[in-house]
């Protein structure tokens, strides 16, 4: 059904000429536009601060190298989900086990993948919410770290309103509506939001550097990658 499907797609393309077909091949696999595009929270974006890759090799050498760490970071959840699966026989995989393994592998490709779009910060933490009965509180707080990743993106498509509105339902919800008594995972999500409060001020009210215009967003990207490198420890653990 995959093959008829796939060929059904490509056929106008195919009747049109080879040329064709690689065009589109060329914008679903987009080598030429560079390791990163724009501010996105993952590896590459944060280590451009220090060290200018795209400068010391090629595209097609740095898209071999992302696939690498890609594969080489999300292999510990494909591993334990065949592991668990052979361990377990005809039982299925517990759901908390298979979320994981879905979230984390996808944290994986979204961290270290070559050219990856700020929102696709979404495909490890849609499987990461139906843990929300689980673990309400490392759901709603790596939420709103997603959002949080996003912001430079949404308040250029004028979506700044709309994102402080869900931020602070998130935010309330966290600190009421969920009971955690480790008071070492309460200090650290304390720290977590100060730390984001200060870079929406900086945001927001700071002065532009004429120098490092971008230095604002630069350390959201990075501070949120710092989240997402947590939440692929947990992950892991």
Same mark, same amino acid.
């Given at each position: ?26 914008? *679903?696999? &987009? !080598?030429?536009?560079?390791?990163? @595009? ?5 590896? =590459?974006? +944060? ?77 490890? *933490?849609? &499987? !990461?919410?139906?843990?929300?009965? @689980? ?5 709603? =707080?790596? +939420? ?94």
């Amino acid at each position: 059904a995959v093959t008829v499907t796939t060929t059904l797609i490509f056929l106008p393309w195919v009747m049109q000429g080879f040329g064709d077909v690689l065009t589109v091949i060329s914008r *679903l696999f &987009p !080598l030429q536009r560079g390791l990163f @595009e724009d501010k996105v929270a993952n590896i =590459w974006c +944060s280590l451009s601060l220090i060290l200018k890759l795209r400068n010391l090799f090629s595209n097609s050498t740095l898209a071999e190298f992302s696939s690498v760490l890609s594969l080489l970071f999300a292999a510990p959840f494909a591993i334990d989900a065949l592991w668990q699966q052979n361990a377990r026989g005809n039982e299925p995989l517990s759901r908390s086990r298979l979320v994981r393994n879905f979230s984390g592998s996808a944290l994986a490709c979204f961290l270290f993948g070559y050219q990856v779009h700020e929102k696709q910060i979404l495909l490890p *933490l849609i &499987p !990461l919410a139906f843990l929300i009965n @689980e673990a309400p509180f490392l759901v709603l =707080w790596f +939420s709103m770290v997603g959002s949080f990743s996003l912001l430079p993106l949404l308040s250029r498509d004028g979506l700044s309103l709309p994102y402080g509105v869900t931020q602070i339902i998130q935010l309330l919800v966290l600190f009421t509506g969920v009971e955690n008594t480790q008071l070492s995972v309460q200090r650290t999500l304390q720290a977590s939001v100060a730390g984001g409060l200060i870079l929406h001020g900086l945001l927001c009210f700071a002065p532009r550097i004429e120098r490092y215009p971008d230095i604002y967003v630069y350390l959201i990207s990075i501070y949120s990658c710092a989240h997402f490198c947590i939440l692929y420890c947990i992950l892991l653990v």
